[in-house]
């Protein structure tokens, strides 16, 4: 049942401040099948990415009224990040700069059929993203309908976030890899969303066991306090839990070019749609559709993502 709060979420812009890794993605997709201890021919190309940057860019193109919290260098790679936020519908006047460490980079290496094969990843920047520095933004900034945080940032930035999160400003979290992803570990009590893969879930529960069953692994998480947990399962498609359900479902047939960024599309359409009220299925059956708009094209945000391409996907 909608309440009327959700009700009147459909009609108003949801506000969503988002936190986190904010770069450039390099990518280099092998002409054949990569040959280890070799020069393999590749094609290399480069777009925006950051986990925080790409949920930030889905977000606004569904109607979000965005807030991005980040970190650039005084370089090349900052001046083109900046550039091209500015030509996106969202609020970036919290993107800070460094004149110490360089803009965030991520070389992501692709098999031939889009899938991914390893990434390497210089994050040393989102260190300066600390409490102290978020104590600085302005009073009201956090009061808004949710906070989404990516474990790119400390510990300590992440508990600092969840105290700014309530019953009316709900937090999401996105794991981002197994060895950031227990970042989180404190503050799983007061995150309602919580966005993993099966590494991630299996570095927060704890239980590195290679046959663990994500709905194990969700149960753990949610008996840890998390309200909602999504467990992304690659071409498996995702499960679903909360308190009541634990749902899997397959992914949407369509065609894949490029695996990067899919994740965060899938959180950016479930998050919206949990917030404007839609059940737990219809919310992760948007976020596969996110997530398949994404695989088909080069870049880590689809730029024909919209609201209605979704409708008519689910």
Known sequence: MVTDRAAGRRQAALRIVCVGACHVDRKA???RAFVAAASNPAVVESCFGGVARNVSDNLGRLGVDVSLV???ADDADGAAVLGYLRSLPLDYRQVGRSSTAPTAFHLIAL???GEMLVAVADMRIYDEITPALLRELPGDFWRVDAIFADCNLSGES???IAAQAGPSCPLAVNGV??????RAKAILS???YLFVNRGEAAALTGDARADLAPEAAAA???AQGVGEVV???GAAGLLVADAHRCLRLESLPGPLRDVTGAGDALAAAFLEARLRGLDLETAARRGLAAAQLTMGCAESVNPDLSSERLERMT
């Open 158 to 160: 992440l508990a600092y």
């Open 29 to 31: 997709q092998a002409e």
């Open 70 to 72: 980040s970190r650039v």
């Open 190 to 192: 007061e995150t309602a």
């Open 231 to 233: 467990v992304t399962l």
């Open 220 to 222: 753990a998480l949610l």
């Open 111 to 113: 098999e031939p059929d």
């Open 177 to 182: 890899s197994p060895a950031k992803a227990v």
